[in-house]
């Protein structure tokens, strides 16, 4: 909505300014020929009228005879009586002339003065414009009231011309937030011209055809791994177990057995997870499920020992509060299993604690720490971690941190301030964990 005022704003205006600046440059050059063809025709015609005036004069000496009328005053003196004239005057060449005087009443008279020196005489022709000037007034006037009246008009018809122009793409948006809201697509190049706009839903319509048919492979590639990958992995867990069942095994081959169906669990849940995170940014979180966070925290602990092998690390779960979460267990698990299991494998030697309390759960490690500027790094897609070995967090925080962001949970990372360490975080509930 916002781009489409934009574009309809740009329209409206460059309308405004074409209409604009055309009438402004017609009445500019109107006022320059107007000016120009004037300015010629009467130095013309005065420079003729007191040529003649001074060649008639030369054959009919008369001094008092002037030529007067009520625009036009003439003088005839010799070269001896030249004082006579004015002196701004006197010195003036064959010419036509742009003379400014000052009357008595303080007035400003305009007025061209065309000068002829021939024979010994000199001849001047004066030719008041003042109504030239008056004449040009009004014409710049008129000319200002037409600027003002095409500036309007253009403006009007860059309102209704963007109106009419953005009525197809403003339809076409419309659809398209129908479509979102009824969950389905419908075709949408019949419903238009064939014309840019038709051309564009032609241009969505196979775009869309395309996304659906991905979005379907993709349904169908999720199903038939979840089928392909959960089948394995029952036999794994049913086989595990049967084995774990026999009398004659050793205490390090149930050890073994044990990790083996771990695995073959944690990989179970990851399964489970990320094809509900599949289906979900699809459709929506499923909330139908209630889990409690302390249960699987305890759970995510047990199984994550076998990581701690011979380091001088002690694991303690601490549960302050009661937290529940409207989300599967395969979700919690996965994600406390990435935190957990980071915490514990960067941790050399001294405590890994889990604390659960109303609305969050803290995980606290004493392990090499990380950078502050590096605590929202690490949940993107890619980025490992500097720790042990060089090794990092990968995809698993990434994972975590879609997670959290479909269930609305907040997650974060941060260093500690009393010790070496750092300590993950994830808020369920931010209105309990703040009143906590």
Sequence with gaps: MQSRRKLRFRLIVSFALFGFGLSALFAVASLYVRAKVENQLINASLQSDVDQAVEYKSTHPDPNDPLRSQLIDGWLWSDRTIYKAPLAWQNLGTGVYDMHDVEPDGHVRHYKLAVSRKYGLIGFLSYDISREDLGKRQLITGLVSAVVLFSLLSLAIGLWLSRKVLKPVSELATRLRDFRK?????????????????????????????????????????SDVSHELRTPLAVIASTTELLQGSPDLTDKLRERLKRIERASRQATELIEALLLLSRAERRGPTRGETTDVAKVASDVIESQRPQVRDKPVEIELIQKGSVTVNAPPSVLSVALTNIIGNAIKYTLEGRVTVEVDKGRIDVIDTGPGIKPEDAERLFQRGVRGEGAGGSGAGLGLAIVRRLCELYGWDVSMRPRSDANGAIATIIFDRSSAQAA
């Design 182 to 222: 009824a969950g389905r697509a419908e075709l949408l190049a019949p419903h238009f011209a064939d014309d840019e706009v038709g051309e564009l839903a032609q241009a969505l319509d196979e775009y869309s055809a395309r996304l659906t048919a991905m979005v379907e492979r993709d349904r169908e590639f999720n």
